[in-house]
Structure formats: structure tokens, C-alpha cells
């Protein structure tokens, strides 16, 4: 027959001689070794590969994809609208706002395509927008106090320049644009 001989711990740890100790803990730290070093039983290797595998996953996953898409679409809507082609910049700032419709950029854009289109109203919505999103950038009011000057909505106009001019006091272009909306309502020298 086979026998098999069990290593039984004595009843207290009185019973047990120092010697004996050494010998169970030094048992104990090779079983230790041999399963990786990991009390599951499982292999570090096995571990690290798990781990890498989950990150490169979450690199390639739809969210970093969505983000590198997004940012692509927004430059090239940009670049599409310098050269005045409104629809084509249309298209990919919508592609944009498909990914993410808390981007104050999509917005700025739309607005900025409505305006060269001389449709206000819309860019008006577009600029609010924006300047909702993001207060502390002076081109998205900017934007939208020259369009409400464009609209003839003066008083709304004068609130836009002003509150450009408290966020961003050294923008030349708002002092500019307050100044001659002030000449055009008659405030000259006021």
C-alpha cells in the first residue's frame, strides 16, 4: 500500500521546541515560494499580464477613443471653417457634439459657422452656450457681444463688453468693441 505520513502540530504550542518552529516556518516561506509569492496561488507573471492587459484595454476602450475622435473632429471643423466652408465645418462640429455636448468649443464653433452664415439668432444660441460652458473665455464673449450688436440688442451688447472686460481686463478688443458701441448709441465723451 501507499502510506502517507501527515505532519501533525502538537495539541498546545508549549509542546512545541524551538527547533521545530524554525523548521514549520521554513516550510511554510518554500510553499510561500513556490506559488509565486501570492497567497491566492496565483503567479506574479500571471498577475502583471492580468493587469497590463486590463490597461491596454482601457487605452483602446471606446471613452479614450471617443476623446481622440472628438478632438479630431473639433480641429478639423476649425480648419474647415477658416476657409469658409460652413457646411462641411457644420458636419464635424456635429460629429463632436455627438461625443460630448459639454464642450464649449462644439458650441463656439456652431456659433461661429451660424454667424459667417449671417443666421444670428442661431449664433446667438450657440455663443450663450459656450460662454455658459466656459465664463472665462474672452473669444466665446466676445463673440457673443458682437453678434447681440449685429442684432441691434445694445443694452444686452454693453452687459456682454462689459463682463469681457472684468474677466479678461487687458483684452484690448473689448474696450474696443465698448467703446464703439458706446459712439454708436450716442455716448460720446461720457
Known amino acids: 500500500g501507499s502510506c502517507k505520513m501527515v505532519e501533525v502540530l502538537p495539541a498546545s504550542k508549549e509542546n512545541i521546541s524551538e527547533a521545530e518552529l524554525k523548521v514549520l516556518a521554513a516550510r511554510e516561506a518554500k510553499k510561500t515560494a513556490k506559488s509565486g509569492g501570492s497567497r ?83 449664433a446667438l444660441n450657440h455663443f450663450k452656450r459656450s460662454v455658459e460652458l466656459n465664463p472665462s473665455i474672452g473669444s466665446y464673449q466676445m463673440c457673443l457681444a458682437k453678434t447681440l450688436s449685429l442684432k441691434g440688442r445694445m443694452d444686452e451688447a454693453k452687459v456682454a463688453f462689459q463682463s469681457l472686460i472684468k474677466t479678461d481686463p487687458k483684452n484690448h478688443e473689448g474696450f474696443h468693441g465698448l467703446g464703439a458701441l458706446e459712439a454708436k448709441l450716442g455716448n460720446i465723451g461720457v
Open 40 to 122: 491566492s496561488g496565483i503567479p506574479k507573471k500571471a498577475v502583471v499580464l492580468v493587469v497590463l492587459a486590463i490597461c491596454v484595454a482601457a487605452y483602446f476602450s471606446p471613452s479614450f477613443m471617443k476623446s481622440d475622435n472628438l478632438d479630431g473632429s473639433i480641429d478639423k471643423a476649425f480648419s474647415l471653417l477658416k476657409k469658409k466652408k460652413y457646411t462641411e465645418a457644420e458636419n464635424e462640429f456635429q460629429k463632436a457634439l455627438q461625443v460630448s455636448k459639454e464642450d464649449p468649443e462644439i458650441f463656439f464653433g456652431l456659433g461661429k459657422v451660424q454667424l459667417g452664415r449671417e443666421n444670428y439668432d442661431q
